[in-house]
């Protein structure tokens, strides 16, 4: 047998029993959460954590993903002479797909690499294993908590993401074109229905669980000191960053077909 093969076969075999390990890690989380005392107060200081001081940066990016879209719209809608149809083009592009992805990028940026970095860190100080010497299941308190306020907050901060896009949307095309927030409002929403924005809203969900998911279980289970925490706050951006790209293109492919 190659080398070649034989390093395939590897990488293969070590892809598959981290799926393995992860699969049993989320059952652990699932059970640990289902199961009384519940941790309300560290729920609570975790929503804080990943969504009001996320809020800022996904205002960011919603906005700045106003502006470009606004700006390269414009010059295309006109060369086709379509330009009447510029407020829906940014409404739908914003709502639809352009507002939950990057908020879901931006968050496991943020909160992907912070969660990772934090468990990995109190991993190899062995916080976690004095956490379950006092009786305390490191599952519900530390992994739960987190997955849970990732999964409440992406959908908030996604529309506070697509609000600054149509909001900075606006602002440019009315500074080339006047035109009221109320004209600009109703010409984008016109013809649209609940259908068209919830479940792309609603998808946000499943990419707070991908987010919060692999940063726990990539920082619970760090091995190798502080180079360990920087390998696990590395991987769990990468990680979840890639597996939300993955999400959305499953997401957007069933939304589609149940929601046309």
Same mark, same amino acid.
């Given at each position: 047998?190659?080398?070649? =093969?034989?390093?395939?076969? %590897?990488? *293969?075999?070590?892809? &598959?029993?981290?799926? !393995?390990?992860? $699969?049993?890690?989320?059952?652990?989380?699932?059970?640990?959460?289902?199961?009384?005392?519940?941790?309300?107060?560290?729920?609570?200081?975790?929503?804080?954590?990943?969504?009001?001081?996320?809020?800022?940066?996904?205002?960011?990016?919603?906005?700045?993903?106003?502006?470009?879209?606004?700006?390269?719209?414009?010059?295309?809608?006109?060369?086709?002479?379509?330009?009447?149809?510029?407020?829906?083009?940014?409404?739908?592009? =914003?709502?639809?797909?352009? %507002?939950? *992805?990057?908020?879901? &990028?931006?968050?496991? !940026?943020?909160? $992907?690499?912070?969660?990772?970095?934090?468990?990995?860190?109190?991993?190899?100080?062995?916080?976690?294993?004095?956490?379950?010497?006092?009786?305390?299941?490191?599952?519900?308190?530390?992994?739960?908590?987190?997955?849970?306020?990732?999964?409440?907050?992406?959908?908030?901060?996604?529309?506070?993401?697509?609000?600054?896009?149509?909001?900075?949307?606006?602002?440019?095309?009315?500074?080339?074109?006047?035109?009221?927030?109320?004209?600009?409002?109703?010409? %984008?929403?016109?013809?649209?229905?609940?259908?068209?924005?919830?479940?792309?809203?609603?998808?946000?969900?499943?990419?707070?669980?991908?987010?919060?998911?692999?940063?726990?279980?990539?920082?619970?289970?760090?091995?190798?000191?502080?180079?360990?925490?920087?390998?696990?706050?590395?991987?769990?951006?990468?990680?979840?960053?890639?597996?939300?790209?993955?999400?959305?293109?499953?997401?957007?492919?069933?939304?589609?077909?149940?929601?046309?």
């Amino acid at each position: 047998m190659s080398p070649g =093969v034989s390093s395939a076969k %590897g990488l *293969i075999s070590e892809f &598959l029993e981290w799926f !393995g390990d992860l $699969g049993i890690f989320f059952w652990q989380v699932i059970r640990a959460a289902v199961t009384p005392p519940f941790e309300f107060r560290e729920l609570f200081r975790q929503l804080d954590e990943i969504g009001s001081k996320s809020l800022p940066l996904v205002a960011l990016a919603g906005a700045a993903t106003g502006v470009v879209l606004s700006l390269e719209a414009r010059y295309s809608l006109t060369r086709f002479g379509a330009k009447s149809l510029l407020p829906a083009a940014i409404v739908f592009s =914003v709502i639809h797909e352009t %507002g939950p *992805i990057i908020t879901g &990028l931006v968050v496991s !940026g943020r909160v $992907g690499a912070g969660i990772g970095a934090e468990l990995a860190s109190m991993k190899v100080t062995e916080q976690i294993d004095a956490i379950e010497v006092s009786a305390v299941n490191p599952y519900r308190l530390l992994a739960a908590t987190r997955i849970l306020a990732c999964i409440l907050m992406l959908p908030l901060l996604t529309l506070a993401a697509d609000f600054c896009g149509l909001l900075m949307g606006w602002v440019t095309q009315a500074m080339v074109e006047p035109v009221s927030l109320h004209q600009f409002i109703n010409a %984008g929403f016109s013809g649209a229905s609940f259908n068209d924005f919830l479940p792309p809203t609603f998808k946000t969900m499943v990419f707070g669980l991908i987010i919060g998911l692999v940063a726990c279980f990539q920082g619970m289970r760090t091995q190798g000191g502080a180079a360990g925490v920087g390998r696990a706050a590395t991987s769990s951006v990468v990680l979840s960053s890639l597996f939300v790209i993955l999400a959305d293109v499953v997401l957007v492919k069933l939304i589609i077909i149940f929601f046309p």
